[in-house]
């Protein structure tokens, strides 16, 4: 009987514990009686035949390693036809039968895609993002991480804010999504967060202003999600400097730093369960879901509603925070 094997590839921002979430579905696909081959670079790497067989020692000593082994890739030519017909050809020569996909919203968006056209390969999803805004999971693979990545960062620079009295506006990532930012600043003690869930009518930094952290304290720290939209921490820095020239302010934007680094314990779990996931919806027969968690339970979401819409942040976070920052 011709062999077939089951492909994987990480796509999109790399996160910490893809390389946990590579190895459990190597390990699980071959406890379980199939092979495995790694395709590097993502779907760029697909379209261009970059494949290698993963065995069990592979993916030895990788489990605590940040990054992603199989490097990843943001592909402009997968949006296009002619990209998705060069990859299936690389997986029908490769016998590749079956795909997973570690990767974010813009990844599994690729895939639903793909999965639409070339109805003879099965696409499973595996959520891997630092910004975990993907619905139906609870957590993306990375997000804890780089959150305490963040606490650890936002806890230093306190030191220097305090002993300067100074404002800082700490930038993190999470594209259009707050879960970063105010989870981030409950677990630091900063004076507020600024999220895109947030946006109202009433100026955010003005309610930060008048809620009162001049009566109390002479250093804030306020954590700001990146945002097109609304400029980021550079863009309230500024209008601090003008609106209350009295005060000293700082900027600190953290960077690609907050994607680094040795995956936490949590991550690892949660890496290791969803690749193992991964290969059990295969043995099920499922096609075309992102394997999520849900209430500690492994679940299954069609693609088509992981990526359909915002992934709700829980809107008490934001009392939380607002009571606690006086
Ligand atoms: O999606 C993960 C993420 O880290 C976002 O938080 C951020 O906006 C983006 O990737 C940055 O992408 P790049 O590394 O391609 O600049």
Partial sequence: MEEKYIGVLCSGGDAPGMNAAIRAVTRSAICNGFKVKGIYRGYEGLIAGEVKELTTETVSNTIQRGGTILKTARSKDFMTEAGRQKAYETLKKEKI?????????????????????????????????????????????????????????????????????????????????????????????????????????????????????????????????ESQKDGGAMHYAERIKKEYPQYEVRVSILGHLQRGGSPSAFDRILASRLGVGAIQALLEGQRNVLIGIHDNEIVYIPFIEAIKGDKPLDKSLIEVLNELSI
């Fill in 97 to 225: 039968s079956a795909l997973i996909i570690i990767g974010g919203n813009g990844s599994l968006s690729g895939a639903y895609t793909f999965a639409n056209t070339y109805a003879d390969i099965v696409c499973i999803g595996l959520p891997g993002t630092i910004d975990n805004d993907l619905y139906g999971t609870d957590s993306t693979i990375g997000y804890d991480t780089a959150l305490n990545t963040i606490v650890e960062c936002v806890d230093k620079i306190r030191d220097t804010a305090t002993s300067h009295d100074r404002i800082f506006f700490v930038e993190v990532m999470g594209r259009d999504a707050g879960f970063l930012a105010q989870n981030s600043a409950i677990a630091s003690g900063a004076e507020a967060a600024i999220i895109p869930e947030d946006r109202t009518d009433a100026d955010q930094l003005e309610q930060f202003i008048n809620r009162g952290f001049r009566k109390t304290k002479n250093s804030c720290i306020v954590i700001v999600s």
